[in-house]
């Protein structure tokens, strides 16, 4: 198997080396070796192999892939803000071979078809990605078969375990608040309602990870000689002699000069991230020549875009008290009373769910928006009013407390995942120095835009969040500490609950309210790990680092797949459109190469 934690010595020359075994670089190094057998494959992956991981193999355990002990995520810190309560957020990155797809939370979500639609990319519209999204996956959930594949390699299902009860009762608050239960919103045109979750689990329980569901095969079935993948091992730059990339230079490992130089005879591919493919570029001297200068590094090709908006999800996380069962939520797990081992000794059910019992996409009404500034209402009429398809804001119910259990008193909670789908603020990310142990330049630019309009949608998702979970029949209240704290004469003050909720009627928010509210979003709002747009497909002119064949403007040799090539940002969590983005990466590639 060509799975190295050091590189032989032998292997110093390949025809594609693939920078970052993520989720779109594990998809195109296994459809290239597909091709062409004979063609040499190099993966250069920083992390782990993956493989073994009970956080990693067992679904079950995904949170654990978020605690800052994990072995197999790397944080960025960003810089202080007063947008966000002068506080420095931590963005969660993958660090593992496959990427996020071996670290998340495995929700199928997908895409919009206005979002494909709204890049304006030649060859990347709705219409043109179906096929791939198609090809990718073997779907075993409701809706139409037209949408959906059946013989990919991604298994898609509902897993080994559920929490029904609590998926019925949502589904109902759903109801009463006027949004409709939908069957399928992976059509990529549904949106306004609620669905019971599928996942990126298959039906026996395991997770759908690129490393796992297309590398590791190919690895193993000794019909791909010339496969290699070594973790593990972090790339300094790509080398690039003219206007053309030549290869790489990686880190040097024990025994080896600080640096080691592999040759690329057709094609470098940077698959490293949103964080980790525009600092590789930066290094590599390909950048703005602002920021080169001030990191010490030469500067090849002047291409401002790189690092320049970094885009990502603003989250925030709400908690409430429940009746619900032990069985019914991984409380038990979290808090350590379920032994992890003694689950997977007795392959129980519960290790192959996700805890997450309902999707939720929703849209304010007429009357709610004549209730938004009019800056917002004017960015509404640009952005969504004639996008039917485009959700405000994405929610997913989770059965758990959602964070650290740490002092929060014993019980069954459920918790509230509500992230903004179209953020007007940016970031960005540079580096400060040519060495990998440099620090970044990192502003994840969270709640930033002037008119405040992306506090706005946050400032309403929490009020109908509430809503919704208060008409849930196993609610007992707010866990107030997650919380506003409203003052004891406000109507939106938080409750404790013995018993179910009865004529629920909605909170009436005094403007007050609205201040504790906005402030409070402020001090905890968060990323959704759903990073992006660090390296975007456009012109250059428009500050584009790719075009829609994934080159680097003005170098040869050298494409980007990942995540940080996407132009805008979309209204779904983010594995899907990576996984769409691997695929179309490798069609193109093979047709460029004429295998």
């Not at 002990?69 to 660090?95: I, M």
Request: hydrophobic residues 35%; contains cysteine.
């Amino acid at each position: 198997m060509g799975l190295y934690t050091d590189l032989p010595p032998e292997i110093n020359a390949v025809d594609i080396i693939i920078a970052g075994g993520g989720t779109a670089g594990c998809i195109v190094a296994s459809r290239l070796a597909d091709a062409d057998p004979n063609l040499s494959i190099l993966v250069v992956e920083a992390g782990p192999d993956g493989a073994g991981n009970a956080n990693v193999d067992y679904p079950v355990f995904f949170l654990g892939n978020i605690l800052p002990t994990s072995s197999v995520s790397t944080f960025y810190k960003s810089k202080k803000s007063g947008h966000t309560g002068d506080r420095e957020l931590f963005v969660s990155t993958a660090n593992v071979l496959g990427g996020g797809s071996a670290t998340n939370m495995m929700h199928y979500s997908r895409a919009q078809r206005s979002d494909w639609d709204s890049w304006n990319v030649p060859g990347w519209s709705a219409d043109e990605l179906l096929p791939y999204m198609r090809k990718l996956e073997s779907y075993h959930g409701p809706g139409s078969m037209d949408d959906h594949g059946t013989d990919g390699p991604v298994q898609v299902s509902t897993g080994t375990y559920a929490s029904p009860r609590i998926q019925d009762q949502c589904i109902s608050a759903m109801n009463e608040l006027g949004w409709p239960e939908i069957d399928d919103f992976y059509s990529a045109e549904t949106c306004d309602g609620v669905q019971r979750p599928v996942r990126y689990i298959s039906r026996d329980g395991k997770r759908q990870d690129t490393a796992s569901r297309y590398l590791r095969p190919r690895l193993e079935d000794n019909k791909h000689p010339n496969l290699h993948v070594v973790v593990g091992t972090k790339v300094i730059k790509v080398l690039i002699e003219g206007q053309r990339a030549t290869g790489i230079v990686l880190k040097g490992v024990a025994g080896e000069a600080n640096e080691r130089t592999i040759r690329a005879n057709k094609l470098v591919v940077v698959s490293a991230g949103a964080f980790g493919t525009p600092a590789i570029l930066e290094r590599s001297g390909v950048g703005s020549a602002e920021v080169l200068k001030r990191a010490g590094v030469t500067q090849v090709v002047d291409l401002p875009g790189v690092g320049r908006e970094y885009e990502d999800h603003s989250l925030v996380i709400y908690s409430f008290r429940s009746a619900l069962d032990p069985e019914e939520t991984i409380d038990g797990i979290l808090r350590g009373k379920m032994n992890p081992d003694e689950l997977i000794q007795s392959n129980h059910a519960i290790l192959g769910w996700n805890a997450q019992e309902a999707s939720l996409k929703i849209r304010p009404s007429e009357k709610d928006i004549a209730a938004f500034s009019p800056e917002f209402k004017e960015h509404w009429d640009i952005e969504y009013r004639n996008k039917k398809d485009k959700p405000l804001i994405v929610m997913a119910l989770i059965c758990a407390y959602p964070g650290d259990p740490t002092g929060v008193p014993e019980g069954q909670y459920f918790g509230m995942s509500v992230f903004t789908t179209d953020t007007l603020s940016k970031g960005h990310l540079h580096i400060t120095g040519p060495g990998l142990d440099d620090p970044v330049d990192f502003d994840v630019g969270c709640l930033s835009d002037e008119k405040g309009i992306d506090l706005q949608k946050h400032r309403w998702a929490y009020k109908k969040h509430r809503e919704i979970a208060r008409r849930i029949g196993v609610f007992r209240g707010e866990y107030a500490p997650d919380h506003p704290q409203f003052p004891s004469g406000s109507k939106a003050v938080c409750v404790e609950l013995d018993a179910p909720p009865q004529n629920v009627k909605d909170i009436e928010y005094s403007a007050e309210d609205g201040a504790i509210i906005d402030a409070w979003i402020r001090d905890k709002v968060n990323s959704t790990w759903h990073s992006l747009g660090t390296c975007k497909m456009a012109p250059v002119e428009n500050y584009g680092v790719v075009g829609p064949n994934l080159s680097v403007h003005g170098i040869q040799g050298l494409k980007l797949v990942d995540l940080s090539i996407a132009p805008k940002n979309v209204a779904a969590n983010t594995n899907h459109t990576a996984l769409v983005i691997g695929e179309k990466a490798a069609d193109i590639i093979i047709k460029e190469l004429n295998l």
